[in-house]
């Protein structure tokens, strides 16, 4: 019976080198998924918002177009808006080609930062014309203030309800069902 001492020494180390690899490539498959599943969550997040400020954008437009207003401040801003909104990629970038992994720096979008930029030319626009900013779309960590205002909610229509009844100020009636403290 030949054994192979050599191998019994490292045995340990051979186990964990096996796990490792098999849990790196298990780990590559389910994290290419997860990360394309993020992306699209977060990518239909950020084009909503865009769409909100094109949408925004092209009605007072139309708004300025058919009624003869031509303030000059606005329309440049409602221009600048919508060229910003032009310049953000709307496909995937194709990968690269060449020997080297990596994109060029030149060429490369900085999204997040074109991202800001029109998230602060639609504020721009609005403080112009004279509207709040609806920063609805924004995430709920990131939301600020408006000039000290809370930020807009959603179901910013419903009436908030009343904490205490101020009706019958004055008459002090008591009974069963009202109690006078």
């Known amino acids: 019976m030949d054994v192979d001492i050599e191998s019994l020494v490292h045995l ?43 949408g925004f954008a092209l009605t007072w437009q139309k708004i300025y177009e058919s009624t003869g207003r031509s303030e000059d401040r606005v329309i440049h801003n409602i221009r600048v ?33 074109l991202f800001r930029q029109i998230r602060a030319r639609y504020k721009v626009l609005c403080a112009t014309l004279g509207a709040r900013p609806s920063l609805r779309a924004m995430d709920n960590d990131s939301q600020e203030s408006v000039d000290g205002e809370e930020p807009m909610q959603l179901d910013s229509g419903s009436i908030p309800k009343k904490v205490w009844e101020v009706d019958n100020i004055g008459k002090r009636t008591t009974g069963p069902q009202q109690l006078s403290f």
């Not at 490792?20 to 997860?34: K, P, Q, S």
């Not at 919508?82 to 900085?110: C, K």
């Open 12 to 54: 340990e180390q051979s186990f964990y080198d096996q796990g490792y690899e098999d849990g790196f490539a298990h780990g590559r498959i389910h994290g290419l998924i997860e990360g394309r599943a993020l992306g699209r969550e977060k990518g239909y997040e950020m084009f909503e918002e865009l769409g909100f400020y094109e």
């Open 81 to 113: 808006l919508l060229d910003s909104i032009a310049q953000f990629p709307r496909t995937n970038p194709p990968p690269p080609s060449g020997p080297s992994s990596e994109l060029d720096p030149s060429t490369e979008v900085d999204i997040l930062r």
